[in-house]
């Protein structure tokens, strides 16, 4: 299984990035796929994850209303599109994918390589 994330950079306060991530080696839509974020000195944090078929997602608290998951199931890729970003937002951001259902607790089993969002104030 490979996941293969894209998109990050330097953005300054205020700015949108669209990170993307591309899966292989595994059944994209039997799979939920999340959205993780590490930033130095700190744990690494769950940002957002959508199910199988898009129809359901979820956010962390500090994320909600200004960044949006998607997937496309026909090119096994998913999304995030990061709006109004803030310096906190500075991390490197994986995605990562469950084959465990919505419903009830998932552990994510593959991780991709991460890539680097730099928010400057």
């Known amino acids: 299984v490979q996941l293969q994330a894209s998109g990050g950079g330097l953005v300054q306060a205020g700015g949108s990035l669209r990170l993307s991530c591309a899966a292989s080696?595994?059944?994209?839509?039997?799979?939920?796929m999340g959205w993780f974020r590490h930033a130095p000195g700190k744990e690494r944090e769950f940002v957002a994850d959508i199910s199988w078929s898009g129809g359901a997602t979820k956010y962390a608290d500090s994320v909600k209303g200004r960044f949006t998951i998607s997937r496309d199931n026909a090119r096994n890729t998913v999304y995030l599109q990061m709006n109004s970003l803030k310096p906190e937002d500075t991390a490197v951001y994986y995605c990562a994918a469950s084959a465990d259902s919505w419903f009830g607790s998932r552990r994510y089993d593959y991780w991709g390589q991460g890539t680097l969002v730099t928010v400057s104030s």
């Open positions: 080696g595994l059944i994209f839509d039997r799979n939920v």
